[in-house]
């Protein structure tokens, strides 16, 4: 069974966004995209909630072709072309967008059906509001966590309304020259 992973970046207080939204903070710099391209490249689905997939839509698809787009971004635009994405939306209806399926009800019993075809992890990309939803759910297999040597103090939290306990086992780390140390577990029994 195929397994979904968060992936995110998060302060060091553990949230994912300022409390507008802003991710001015995240340093996605040249090293993390080859790190994080080298285990994306594996994979062959993306998950987003709806307005993280509109941020990516808005950006992904065109950043490639333009005269100023550097290496990380032209591979990343050819890898978001390509991969199958999963966007969990209630307000979003199937519509004819490639290479992409729209879950907007039956949650837990969607998911697991997607979870049942193919072997190679889904990464749930960014998304604290879909991903607070599969974590109610317990649908959620693993973390991969860039964490930021940043203290927000307030924002948007990777873990929100948390009612049960689940013991994570770390299975790699990696510390980055930018400060930023990545954080990678599953959880215990998945």
């Known amino acids: 069974m195929r397994r979904i992973i968060s992936f995110a970046h998060v302060s060091l207080d553990g949230f994912v966004a300022g409390p507008n939204g802003e991710m001015d903070w995240i340093k996605a710099v040249g090293e993390i995209f080859e790190y994080v391209g080298k285990r994306i490249g594996e994979g062959d689905t993306a998950m987003y909630g709806r307005v993280t997939y509109q941020l990516m839509e808005s950006y992904w698809p065109v950043v490639g072709a333009s005269p100023t787009a ?26 004819d967008l490639p290479n992409t399926t729209i879950i907007n009800s039956n949650l ?4 697991n059906q997607v979870k049942q075809v193919g072997d190679k992890e889904i990464l749930l990309f960014g998304s604290p509001s879909a991903t607070h939803a599969l974590m109610k759910e317990g649908l959620i297999d693993g973390y991969w966590l860039f964490v930021n040597p940043m203290v927000l103090g307030k924002g948007i939290p990777l873990f929100s309304d948390v009612k049960e306990q689940a013991k994570l086992n770390l299975v790699h780390t990696q510390q980055f020259n930018c400060g930023v140390t990545e954080l990678s577990y599953i959880v215990e029994g998945r």
């Open 70 to 95: 550097n290496k990380q971004e032209i591979e990343h635009s050819k890898w978001y072309s390509q991969i199958h994405k999963i966007i969990l939306s209630h307000t979003l209806n199937e519509a």
């Open 108 to 111: 837990a019993e969607r998911i």
